[in-house]
């Protein structure tokens, strides 16, 4: 059985104590009452008291909370969360998803320190696609998964920084592409999308010829008789000469699929490889990576990028959503992340969950800022709106209700959302392709 899954319980448990610390540091600086600090969720194993606060550890494992005087506005304690100016309600509130903003950097940086697996570009020197979006840019342009693209408004592109790059730089406009197909260079103007992802496409290091490079021990493909080595020639019928090509037709299906592989100079199969359960074939194919390191302040630097590009590409992927362009589910609940991170352990090791923590963290400090009831965007929202009326509170007992009803609105959708993700799991379905 396999219990990778199970690393979600550490990850969401450090994702929510982490803003939870926020909550927590920024209201005793304050000066604001704090009651209790607890890791995990009650009924309470036991607690420590110190200073007049509770530090308590809890039986349900996953995250932890703070509990602050009056955070509801019903205490007339002077250092009470209700009692305290506008300014310092609005770093308490806001404070928490900083943190988890902050993790985020903090996690970047140590992987580009410690070192990070990228693409060696002296083996794999160009990127090509291995996916489209439907309707995207790429795809109305007739660019097709396997293609490997060469040059961009004239300019010659070979990584995927490059190509983002200049697809961005060209948003909004007609933009010729040159793209390499069956060794001939094709002609095609496109007009990338005004916010990321700029032409709907997956990115992958171009290599050539496609070639097997972890079979599983006893998995589906040992047993089928495909070999670490095997170079991919043929897909369900279809020839293939690049690993881009072969990603695409093998992610593409969910039954059995038929390779050829071409073996010490001959012709293998083809090879009839059948799923497991959770519809994965339980090999890779080669992709040409090395460990870099950074120093210090370089690693801070490519921490701050890379947050920067998630948090950018979070509201173009809503929208997308919301268009119903997303590739696999647009949200998720705690099942799903539960499968995610098994499906992440499993294939990629720590630097993937790592990674994975780094994400969630990040969308953890966007949702949360959202200005909607029950989240802490929404109770900075009624300061906002107390701001604007000259310092006029709205009566908590209304405010009260309003996050009660949002409350019970999300614990809805998340039911719903857990259904979903409970009857994809049955089916077998990965989210991971």
Request: hydrophobic share 45%; charged share 15%.
């Amino acid at each position: 059985m396999d219990l990778n899954w199970l690393w979600v319980v550490p990850i969401l448990g450090v994702l929510i104590v982490v803003h939870e610390l926020g909550h927590f540091v920024s209201a005793l600086r304050l000066g604001i009452k704090v009651e209790e600090f607890g890791i995990g969720f009650p009924p309470r194993m036991f607690a420590i008291r110190r200073n007049g606060i509770d530090y308590s550890m809890n039986w349900l494992p996953i995250g932890g909370f703070v509990k602050i005087t009056g955070e509801n506005g019903d205490s007339d304690d002077p250092r009470s969360f209700g009692q305290a100016p506008a300014w310092k309600r609005i770093i308490v509130l806001a404070a928490g998803s900083f943190m988890n903003l902050v993790l985020a950097i903090l996690i970047f940086a140590t992987m580009a320190v410690t070192g990070t697996q990228e693409v060696d570009t002296s083996i794999a020197p160009y990127t090509g696609i291995a996916s489209l979006l439907e309707n995207s840019p790429a795809q109305r342009a007739g660019i097709q998964p396997g293609d490997r693209i060469v040059a961009i408004a004239g300019q010659p592109v070979r990584t995927e920084v490059d190509i983002r790059s200049l697809s961005g730089a060209n948003a909004g406009k007609p933009t010729q592409f040159t793209v390499e197909r069956n060794g001939r260079e094709i002609q095609t103007t496109l007009t990338p999308n005004t916010t990321s992802p700029y032409l709907g496409v997956g990115l992958v290091p171009w290599v050539s010829p496609a070639t097997v490079d972890d079979v599983r021990t006893a998995g589906v493909a040992d047993a089928a008789g495909l070999r670490d080595g095997d170079i991919i020639v043929e897909v369900n019928g279809e020839a293939v000469n690049n690993s881009a090509r072969a990603s695409h037709l093998i992610s593409q299906s969910t039954e059995p699929i038929r390779l050829v592989v071409e073996r010490n100079g001959q012709q293998v199969g083809p090879l009839t490889i059948a799923p497991n359960t959770g519809s994965s074939y339980e090999f890779t194919l080669y992709r040409p990576y090395r460990t870099v390191y950074y120093g210090p302040l370089e690693a801070v630097g490519r921490a701050l990028d890379s947050t920067w590009s998630v948090i950018a590409a979070i509201p173009a992927g809503i929208a997308q959503a919301i268009a119903g362009q997303a590739e696999g589910p647009p949200v998720t609940s705690i099942v799903g992340i539960g499968q995610l991170t098994g499906e992440v352990a499993q294939g990629a090791g720590i630097n993937g969950l790592l990674n994975l923590t780094a994400l969630l963290s990040i969308s953890l400090f966007m949702i949360n800022l959202l200005p909607l009831p029950a989240l802490d965007g929404g109770r900075l929202l009624f300061i906002f709106i107390e701001l604007l009326r000259g310092g006029r509170r709205i009566a908590p007992e209304k405010e009260g209700m309003v996050h009660f009803a949002g409350m019970v609105v999300l614990l809805a959708l998340m039911a719903l959302i857990t259904f979903f993700d409970v009857s994809r799991l049955l089916q077998g379905v990965r989210l991971l392709p």
